[in-house]
């Protein structure tokens, strides 16, 4: 019974420590600058972005995966 109570504390204290790595961590002020650059945005160049899908579609003749939609020839 002791040997389950001391399995049980150890699994617990180990847990935790894995769960203390998960941690969030803020976000230093120096650190904001680099965060709002903007080829750390998502999509740096929303219009490029946009002219780039469309030519992926057109070459690629497939619908799907963006939100263009049509035929393949390029004219949509």
């Known amino acids: ?8 504390l ?7 420590l894995l769960l203390s790595g998960c941690a969030v961590q803020r976000v230093q002020p120096w650190e904001r600058d680099i965060l ?5 945005q998502l ?7 946009s ?4 030519i992926c ?3 690629e003749a497939s ?3 963006s939100s263009a939609g049509g035929g393949g020839c390029g004219c949509n």
């Open 1 to 8: 019974m002791k040997t389950l109570l001391v399995k049980s």
């Open 10 to 16: 150890l699994l617990l204290a180990a847990i935790l």
């Open 36 to 40: 709002a650059q903007k080829k750390m």
């Open 43 to 49: 999509v740096p160049d929303p219009t490029q972005n």
């Open 51 to 54: 002219f780039d899908e469309h």
């Open 57 to 59: 579609f057109s070459k």
């Open 63 to 65: 619908s799907g995966g």
